[in-house]
Antibody
């Protein structure tokens, strides 16, 4: 079965950087597009970024474009999110999730990792 | 990329039906038949309930039903059960490989 395990969350100061990882198993990772979605404490879901299975062309929500970079290592079945110039508004649980191969939807989700930006 | 609009909360008694609306624009819900719905219990990851406006993944009860008219999608939960008490989010494609979520709706089972 699909398993996604995020790691790398923690506390970072405003202006700082952090890299999240998402270890995938139970499916052929190299053939799936992948997403990052975040959820600020007590708030709703926000789509953050998407990377295609072949790493060609990445897509970002406006608020993180130029600061965050999504990447993947298909040899390690791992998805990454490099976050830089972080602000308090980036405080959230970050989920990695799979993109359906059959249609345009986000289907399987990890359990998330908490990122807190505070001075 | 403005969030889709959902009611903050809806409630119903066990066995009743509730409907959650999700209003977007011509740039998302109104153009694409790629609306999905997610259920999220407290402290848990979201779970896909509905995709492509009306389709259910295997394992999702047929008590959950999706529809769309114009710029508004809807999720109806028939035969409300205690375990349905959760937050529900809609999501729509908003362009090539970009998505937008709804503001979320808390469903309370009275």
């Amino acid at each position: 079965q699909v398993q996604l395990v995020e790691s790398g969350g923690g506390v970072v100061q405003p202006g700082g950087s952090l890299r999240l990882s998402c270890a995938a198993s139970g499916f052929t990772f190299s053939t799936y597009g992948m997403h990052w979605v975040r959820q600020a404490p007590g708030k709703g879901l926000e789509w953050v970024a998407f990377i295609r299975y072949n790493e060609k062309n990445n897509y970002y929500t406006d608020s993180v474009r130029g600061r965050f970079t999504i990447s993947r290592d298909n040899s390690k079945n791992t998805l990454y999110l490099q976050m830089s110039w972080m602000t308090v508004e980036d405080t959230a649980v970050y989920y990695c999730a799979t993109d359906s191969q059959d249609t345009e939807t986000i289907d399987y989700w990890g359990q998330g990792t908490l990122v807190t930006v505070t001075s | 990329q403005s969030a889709l609009t959902q009611p903050r909360s809806v409630s119903g008694s066990p066995g009743q039906s509730v409907t959650i609306s999700c209003t977007g624009s011509r740039g998302d819900v109104g153009t694409y038949n790629y609306v999905s719905w997610y259920q999220q219990h407290p402290g848990k990851a979201p779970r896909l309930l509905i995709y492509d406006v009306t389709k259910r993944p295997s394992g999702v009860p047929d008590r959950f039903s999706g529809s769309k008219s114009g710029n508004t999608a809807s999720l109806t939960i028939f035969g409300l059960q205690a375990d349905d008490e959760a937050d529900y989010y809609c999501c729509s494609v908003a362009g090539r490989f970009t998505y937008v979520f709804g503001t979320g709706t808390k469903v309370t089972v009275l």
